[in-house]
């Protein structure tokens, strides 16, 4: 499947009501590293579960005061639009969230 196909899949899932894991947030290194050790041992390749662990939005979450989107993450490649974080590994949108967004 493309990226395209694969981005246009996420948006129908998430809008179709996927419930995601979208709290509490991974904003500490030992919940970061249990959070990608789940997302190994828990997902896999298969999508479904990637989203859900990851916490996935459709829309920014605001967190600590910062609006969390994908477009202001560390791991997001703008020209791609993607998410370059080897658990993850996905393409996204600018707008979207997930709960590893880092600064």
Do not use: K
């Not at 919940?31 to 190994?40: C, D, T, W």
């Amino acid at each position: 499947m493309g990226e395209e196909a694969v981005r246009r899949r996420i948006q129908e899932l998430l809008a179709g009501g996927l419930a995601t894991e979208v709290c509490p947030r991974a904003d500490t290194p030992e919940s970061v590293q249990g959070l990608i050790q789940r997302l190994r041992e828990e997902a896999g390749e298969d999508l479904e579960a990637r989203l859900v662990l990851a916490g996935f939005t459709l829309n920014p979450v605001l967190h600590g005061g910062i609006e969390q989107a994908c477009e202001t993450c560390m791991y997001y490649l703008v020209h791609r639009r993607w998410c370059e974080l080897p658990e993850l590994n996905l393409p996204v949108e600018p707008r979207w969230s997930c709960r590893l967004w880092r600064i």
